[in-house]
């Protein structure tokens, strides 16, 4: 509950599963329901989704996730990505524990420069919030709002002393295809006790404002798992790399054979993960 509200189960299957791409059940993103946005907010949202929706029905040439990242977060994506996959984590730079790889969501290493504009009207922040947490349902996609400047307001006659934003989205490959195949998992019930009962800290208590909070728990920024980290000795920064084996398999593939472990760590029906990982194991907060 501490950072997520995935159970161990829900982590396999919506966190691991690369080999058969998936919608979220839940926005990855957390965002006040559209019960709870005002009236204007609510109005806003519901004229930003469709037209999101539309540019994903529309695209023929969306870029895969792959090429949506800067270059060498594209080099590490490919040398740990099978084919046919996708992946929704990648590492960050975190130098608590050496020899230890983690993760963060894939969000967070697109390049801004492959945003494009989809609303020109201005969303309230809420209207935003909600409106970013539908689009991340689909992988590899993201809203931003971006400022306008001063002589962008000029030019649309904005006279107004404060900030004018509008909304840019980033759309994917994986995302049109899970579109059109309108693939969605459900959720579980363990997830389910666990939004309730954080909406319901947060309706009594307020929203708290991070870890050691008088509360007692900390804010959910993500409905996904934030950060994920393990010994990682076959990830590779990019595909010069020598591959020794399952880049989510703690062990190379020659101390599987030595262990004689292979036909529990060497891919396929047996092992559950194989090569359709997106990031690791739990950070502990499962």
Known sequence: MKTTIWGSDDIITFGTKLSVPFIFPLPFFSAPDRARLSKSAAKALDEAIPIFEHHLAQSRDAPKISDLLNEKKKKEYLANTSSGCYRLHLTTELRRVPGKRYFSPIHEHIDQTKFELLNDWQMS?????????HVSRYPGCDAKNVVLTDEEKKQRGDSSKSKSTVTHVVISAEAVH?????REKQVSEEATTCIRFYNERCEKFGTPQGFGHANGFSRLKMTMITLWSAKFPNWRSNEDEKKTGDPECPYTDEELE???????????????GGDDHSGGESSGDD
């Open 125 to 133: 922040d809420a209207a935003f919030k909600a409106f970013r947490a």
């Open 178 to 182: 899970a579109f059109h195949e309108s």
């Open 258 to 272: 030595e262990q004689g472990m292979g036909m529990f760590f060497g891919g396929g029906e047996e092992y559950p």
